[in-house]
């Protein structure tokens, strides 16, 4: 199974509606057969357990180089661009949309 993280925007803009996106993205990824790893889940484990940004990244960032690849969502993101360049790092490819990503990445069925 082709596990894929979700790099997105956060905390610029509305952080609903950021968490929204990235879930859409994880919707569309796991109805083609894709494993998706969405970091901003962490948006909903913060209200029961709040952690410093420093934490929350650092764990994300623990889980990139177990992908297989990386779906970069537009917008302006520090973080999401920090995860890319981790992606990159470890030779996990990165994509910046759904259709490529499937194009390139296919799942066998």
């Given at each position: 199974m082709i596990k894929v993280y979700i790099a997105s925007p956060y905390t610029k803009g509305d952080a609903v509606l950021?968490?929204?996106?990235?879930l859409e993205a994880a919707d569309d990824l796991l109805s083609r057969g894709?494993?998706?790893f969405v970091p901003l889940l962490a948006h909903f484990w913060h209200f029961l357990s709040p952690k410093d940004y420093r934490v929350w990244?650092?764990?994300d960032l623990a889980w990139v180089p177990v992908c297989d690849a990386l779906l970069r969502l537009s917008g302006e993101s520090e973080g999401a661009d920090r995860e890319v360049e981790?992606?990159?790092?470890h030779g996990v490819p990165v994509f910046f949309?759904?259709?490529t990503l499937a194009n390139e990445?296919?799942?066998?069925?």
């Open positions: 950021n968490v929204r996106r990235s894709y494993v998706p990244t650092a764990y981790e992606a990159r790092e949309d759904v259709e990445m296919e799942v066998e069925r």
